[in-house]
């Protein structure tokens, strides 16, 4: 479908109008639910601008193979990623991760600082995503990751943590950034998960400004619900200092 000659905008707004709403009934099937996913995956896949019809986002930069406008609006404006969400396979999280990963190394490659994303530049809270301006391949494969997360940390606990697990030991900030947000979210759900954020983050957590903003509501909100360790381990962390 993406690669044919027409301009991907007509194909992009064919089957996000059409046929993943055919595929997220109430009543889908197991094959309709994996046709959705990889139809999605699809469709995110950063290319370079060389398909015909295609135009680039910004000059030597890449773009999706669907076309970012109805991607946005059938996913994100119309809700499907957050259907597919409560119902889809725990693998395609953990591929949308990969995606977005595959993106950012690209994009911003590590180098003597660390990892930065400069995702705090895309969307400066998380839980007022949607409010931002999407206009780049890496915020809109980190949206729909986030619509598709908060769906599923809503309806299923178990396969949540897991995910978030994995999450905190990737290297570029927005991962973090997404396990502080769902924690926040659902605390009643997720709050066990603080321990293995200060076990695993404690070098960068109080100390990169990637995080400000999401620590902030997170303290803000349920500081008072840590337990006598996690705010033992909390000032530790603070009175150590940067590394």
């Known amino acids: 479908w993406f690669f044919s000659p027409y301009d991907t905008s007509v194909v992009t707004a064919e089957i996000m109008e059409k046929l993943i709403p055919k595929f ?23 290319v370079t601008p060389s398909i015909k019809g295609a135009h680039p986002l910004r000059e030597g930069s890449k773009r999706l193979l669907g076309d970012l ?28 991760a990969d995606t977005l990963e595959l993106e950012i190394s690209d994009r911003y490659p590590e180098n003597e600082n660390g990892y930065h994303d400069f995702s705090y530049i895309w969307f400066d809270l998380f839980a007022d995503a949607e409010k931002s301006r999407i206009d780049s391949v ?35 900030p927005i991962y973090t ?27 960068t957590l109080l100390s990169s400004g990637h995080y400000e903003r999401e ?13 006598t360790a996690q705010k033992t381990e909390l000032k530790k962390m603070i009175g150590t200092g940067p590394p």
């Not at 620590?215 to 337990?227: G, M, Q, R, S």
């Open 215 to 227: 620590l902030f509501e997170l303290f803000n909100n349920h500081i008072v619900d840590f337990t």
């Open 138 to 172: 890496e915020e809109t494969i980190a949206m729909v990751l986030r619509e598709v997360l908060t769906a599923k940390a809503e309806v299923n606990p178990k396969q949540t943590a897991e995910i978030l697990k994995f999450l905190l030991h990737k290297n570029y």
């Open 69 to 96: 406008y109805w991607i946005v609006d059938g996913l994100i404006e119309k809700k499907y990623a957050t259907k597919l969400g409560k119902v889809c396979h725990e693998e395609f999280i953990y591929k949308l």
């Open 177 to 203: 950034r997404f396990v502080i947000f769902i924690i926040n979210k659902y605390w009643d759900k997720y709050k066990d998960l603080i321990s293995e954020l200060l076990s695993i983050k404690h070098e």
């Open 24 to 46: 997220l009934t109430d009543d889908a099937t197991e094959e309709d639910l994996q046709k959705a996913e990889m139809i999605i995956l699809q469709s995110i896949q950063p």
